[in-house]
């Protein structure tokens, strides 16, 4: 569904991610596993158009047999009419407004009012905590909260391609499995996850398919369950 | 002081700091979504009220349709203005949009003074606006009930937009975290398009209004007005529509009630705005209603 051949991102003098080409199939979940400072968000945020000098190709297939559209170039605002929500890194939650707003901000390019209120519910009923907090102002949220907000909010658009940065991250531990139950849940739905995790053994865990990233270049790849035996991943992101 | 007396100077004082707070809301707008103050606004407040001169003068158009294309026109030039002069600087340095309003602001002046030429116009006021009548022995004209009245109009209009509408929301949104936001699906640029048109069209408004209380439009009409009402803006806390409103009422009665008791003060009139400024800098630079909410990492 989403083809990427050689994308290079710089700021200014720094090369951030240098000529990585990635696959993400229809259905899957895919993951991006690398140390801080490797480009994972850089690659995610130049798929939702966030990054002016990005260069190489993104190709979105929406529908099989499509003609692969190029997303590089086109602004942030059209991310969501492709298909493609992204839950960022830092949550960026709306503080002054509510939980609700938050969700409705989510759904911006719809207009289908019934199937609105209608997915508000879906989100809450994932995460139960976000109902009972629906007037609570987004900035009073615990960090937690806020992340099963900012997931809730990229589904709100009906994404084909589902992006999360860190969704685990600043979550107790038994928050890091529930989040990792509903991106499994998500995916089941018939979903696209695009994965970004410190985490790297529950993400591998669920993962079709995983990239592992150093310095802005792709150095290993394979299928998650794979990439948990692997050696040198253990060594170097699972703790030996 | 009489009981009556000071029944007219509360409501010219209500009538002034309406109109103050009616052109906070504009500089309070810009400010809010892009931490810009748009220096050229009182500017849109000196068109308006030549659009409607001309307009009914020039055009004969009679007095309400010029009223409304006047603040029409209006929104249309704050919506070029912002086109020209600010988007293409969204993502340069804070100052150089900063620079460029006030550039934008000196053309327009100069631009007024070569249209229409530097000399002042006395306005034509409508007769049943300023024959006085009398109320509880005050003697008022109904122009400063009028004033007040539509002010009270538009900024409930105006609340009902940020608070209850679709666009309403983007503003909002925008005003927190633009790229954000963006990434949502909203069409940024359009709701900041929007935000201009309604400031502008609330400043042609106030023009309007202004010229029909001290009937006299000339090129630099807006400029005094203009910075009263951003002391007002900053007085309520910049970046909050309720602040500006307030801070406008406050800085009205600040100035017509220390003439009012302190006649030997009025050559100080306009001071005390200025004074008002300094010290809510030293003392609250967050002003009244300005928030800060502190962000979760
Ligand atoms: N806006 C920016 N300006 C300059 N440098 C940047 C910018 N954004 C990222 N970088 C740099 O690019 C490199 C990659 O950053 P990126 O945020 O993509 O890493 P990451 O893999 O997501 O890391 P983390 O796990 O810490 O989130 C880093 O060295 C970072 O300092
Ligand atoms: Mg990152």
Redesign the pocket.
Known sequence: MLKINDLHVH??G?H?VKGVSLSIPRGSVVTLI?????????IIRSIAGLVKGAKGEVLLTRHEGDQPVQLLGQPAENMVRSGIALSP?GRRILPHLSVAENLQLGAWCREDKDGIAKDIEMVYDLFPRLRERSWQKGGTLSGGEQQMLAVGRALMSQPDLVMLD?PSLGLAPILVREIFDIIRHINEQGKTVLL?E?NAFAALSIADYAYI?EVGSVVLEGPGKDMLKNPKVREAYLGG | MTLELFLQHFFNALTLGSLYGLIAIGYTMVYGILRLINFAHGDILMLGAYFVFYGTTLFCLPWPIAVVVAIIGSAVLGVLMDKIAYRPLRDAPRISALISAIAVSFFLESLAVVVFTGLPRPVHQPEWLVSIITIGGARLMPLTLLVPGVTAILVAGLLYIVYHTKPGLAMQAISKDIETTRMLGVPVDKIIALTFAIGSALAAASGIMWALRYPQIHPYMGVFPGFKAFIAAVFGGIGSIQGAVIGGLLLGFIEIMTVAFFPDLSGYRDAFAFILLVVVLLVKPTGLFGEKLKEKI
């Not at chain 1, 690398?34 to 850089?42: E, I, M, V």
């Open positions: 700021y200014g720094i951030a690398g140390a801080n400072g490797a480009g994972k968000s850089s890194e860190e970004v410190q990233l």
